[in-house]
């Protein structure tokens, strides 16, 4: 009788440590996919940053460039006004461009996030 006893304390005990095992396992299993889930946040974050960032610089840049450019035409003509108005012309007939092309020009800009999503996980390898 008392060999049985022992065999279901121990019993017992086995199935406590395993309980306690398989709740730590599961524990750690979820902090490592909070960490990992972090890290593809920072970095796809990092990169979105980035990019904005260098949107600004180039969105500044260009304005400079167009205003310049503006000058330039109006010199030419030997009337800003007309010069200004002819770069308004350029940049509806380019606004046009974009308008009538949105669909490859979206379809341009998924094919790039993915290949930056692609990146970030190899590099995470």
Known sequence: MKNNNEEYQNFSE????SKADLSSYIEKRLTLVKLKAFEKIASASSFIIYGLMMSVFVLILFILILVGLGFV????LN???????VLIL????????????????????????LRTIKKIEVDED
């Open 73 to 76: 035409i109006g010199e030419l």
């Open 14 to 17: 086995l199935i406590d440590e």
């Open 90 to 113: 350029i940049t509806l007939v380019a606004l046009l461009g974009l308008i009538l092309n949105a669909k490859r020009i979206r379809r341009a800009f998924v094919n790039i996030t």
């Open 79 to 85: 009337n800003y006004a007309a010069g200004f108005g």
